[in-house]
């Protein structure tokens, strides 16, 4: 595998100069890197055998009225986008669990199935992919584009989906406000620091847990090697991102030179949301009545379900923040305010290779087909290349790759 200097380039541009060209965003997932775009979003994976297999459905964009408006857009990009990320995470274990199963066949000298792609991921994909979803696709499913994209139309009516989103947001609850909070409220006692649950000094304290909760699991899972890939494709996710948003054609090349690191990464966001709750839950603690049971428990409990109501308040706040840093604090002394985010992005991108480069571009060239009118069928039918170099000679998807689902 590895890039080819023959290859057709494409550039990041747009014929037009009076549209805007869209923020792309991204998500790495097992083997694969899923990349979106307003109106489209693209996921490929690359299998054993070298080739690459896409899925790329439309998206409707729903970014007018009441969805474009500041504080609303953020909350709503957060729910679609971990709706969208759980929906790429499992197609790229679908694809795992398929080359897992294929494996295991030739070993005992089985002839293999003729889709095993289509069996239900069991054990090596799911294994893997639980690892991290609770808190890791927060982390890589986080917005990262410019405002609320709607999940597609396959996540409609889907029980399963829907308990497993609900099953993360539990989650979110439990790693962003309960285990900090429990935390500081120990340590608190422990220490006999005597701070009032509502107090400055212990929702510092409390968003000081809140890091060390976050850094602390993504080092750990770190360590697991099929996450420590992921976290490379991360890294090429956002090397092939900084190439488009340079303008620049979409090559090996150009993207092995961009750093890894990323304004708009939900890593930042996970750091900012533990910054943002700080100053939040002070000023909520300092409106609300005091709480004075008698009891420490009891009173955390209650300052708890106060802050329940606030989540969407946390999360719109840091989506906006982290859009005006993102936009006006990319360059000289101001870049100061993202090193606390690149720092721990540090954890959670490494430095990818060539192939895993061709995988990342080959998502945003699948995606941009259809951004830039190319593309304009519709099929539920997912598409294999070969390899790198044939998408990259593909002028579109559909004529240019065989359908999985009739291969």
């Known amino acids: 595998m590895g890039s080819s200097p023959n290859l057709p380039t494409v550039v990041a541009t747009r014929d037009s100069p009076t549209k805007a060209r869209p923020y792309i965003g991204g998500q790495a997932v097992l083997e694969g890197v899923m990349m979106r775009a307003p109106t489209s979003f693209a996921i490929v994976v690359r299998r054993r055998d070298g080739s690459l297999v896409v899925r790329e459905r439309p998206m409707k964009d729903e970014r007018t009225g009441f969805a474009k408006l500041p504080l609303v857009r953020g909350v709503a990009s957060l729910v679609e986008s971990l709706k969208l990320g759980s929906e790429a995470l499992r197609f790229s274990a679908e694809q795992y669990e398929a080359d897992f199963l294929a494996e295991e066949e030739a070993a005992a000298g089985k002839a293999p199935t003729k889709s095993p792609a289509s069996k239900s ?7 893997v992919m639980n690892a991290f979803t609770a808190l890791g696709l927060t982390l890589f499913s986080l917005a990262t584009s410019d405002g609320p994209v709607k999940a597609p139309e396959s996540e409609k009516g889907d029980k399963k989906k829907t308990g497993a989103m609900g099953f993360m947001l539990l989650v979110v609850i ?17 220490l006999h620091l005597n701070l009032a649950v509502q107090s400055p000094a212990m929702q510092a304290l409390t ?49 092995r030179a961009k750093t890894t690191l990323h304004p708009r990464c939900g890593t930042t966001f996970l750091v900012m949301v533990a910054l943002v709750s700080i100053v939040l839950f002070t000023v909520v ?34 989506f906006e923040l982290q859009r005006v840093f993102a936009r ?8 100061a305010v993202l090193w606390p985010g690149f720092l721990v992005q540090k954890i959670t991108t490494i430095e990818p290779d060539d192939d895993q480069l061709e995988v990342a571009l080959a998502s945003l060239r699948a995606t941009l087909f259809r951004e830039d009118g190319v593309e304009k069928a519709e099929s ?3 598409f294999v290349f070969q390899d790198y170099a044939a998408i990259a000679r593909a002028e579109r998807l559909r004529g240019g790759a065989a359908s999985a689902t009739a291969a």
């Open 174 to 190: 439990v790693f962003f406000i309960a285990l900090p909070q429990a935390s500081a409220a120990g340590v608190n006692k422990l």
């Open 380 to 382: 539920k039918d997912d």
């Open 328 to 335: 006006y604090f990319t360059t000289g002394p101001l870049r």
């Open 121 to 127: 991921p069991s054990s090596i994909g799911l294994n």
């Open 207 to 255: 968003g000081l847990f809140k890091l060390t909760i976050v850094v602390g699991y993504l080092s750990l899972i770190r360590r697991v090697p099929d996450i420590r890939r992921v976290f490379q494709y991360h890294g090429a996710e956002h090397k092939t991102i900084s190439t488009y948003e340079a303008n620049e054609e979409l090559t090996v090349a150009n993207a």
């Open 285 to 318: 603690g300092g409106i609300l009545p005091r709480i004075q049971t008698g009891n420490v428990v009891a009173d955390n409990v209650i300052f708890f379900l106060e802050k329940l109501p606030f989540l969407p308040v946390m999360a719109a706040l840091t």
